[in-house]
């Protein structure tokens, strides 16, 4: 049976802090919906209506694009271990790029990661839980360190260009604004 709540309480965080992963849900005003699954040590829930996640570069930026649309997101994690529950976060948000102000007080929250190129910061106005009795159970073998890898191997100048390349718009065309003249 669902539960709901108007902010996160503690056993929710012991929850979110136990899980390897997360899932991201966006989408524009028209288009393809974008579910998107994060890993890293990349998700900070900062007080009872907020979390914060960082990210890294990737094949695509859809979240950023559709926020700059559409600012709702939802944001979930499934229990893989013996209890069985899924924990969603409803909310809106905003990115945040290293060239706005809010990204020095942001980014000493996670661990430096290569290839940063957003905060997404969420105001959570929902989160609920649900019974996780059909999610399997799995057993994480670690992280990968592949991004990391790729990142640290194109340097400043690769991410920027690889951003240039790929990140400025979303599979449906809405710009990303990774970039401050998008």
Request: aromatic content about 10%.
């Amino acid at each position: 049976m669902a539960r709901q709540f108007s902010g996160f309480e503690d056993d929710h965080r012991a929850l979110i802090a136990a899980q390897p992963m997360f899932f991201v849900a966006t989408a524009g005003p028209e288009g393809r919906v974008n579910l998107s699954p994060k890993g890293m040590d990349t998700l900070r829930v900062t007080g009872p209506n907020r979390l914060v996640w960082l990210n890294v570069t990737g094949s695509g930026s859809e979240t950023a694009g559709h926020l700059r649309l559409n600012p709702r997101m939802t944001v979930m994690w499934c229990s893989f271990a013996r209890r069985p529950v899924i924990l969603r976060a409803y909310g809106t948000a905003r990115t945040v790029h290293p060239r706005d102000a809010a990204w020095s007080d942001l980014l000493p929250l996670f661990p430096p990661v290569p290839g940063a190129r957003q905060i997404f910061d969420m105001t959570v106005d929902l989160v609920q839980t649900s019974c996780g009795y059909a999610v399997p159970f799995l057993d994480p073998v670690g992280e990968r360190d592949t991004l990391r890898r790729w990142a640290e191997g194109k340097g400043d100048d690769g991410l920027a260009a690889y951003w240039a390349d790929r990140n400025t718009a979303t599979i449906d065309g809405y710009p990303t604004g990774l970039l401050a003249d998008d």
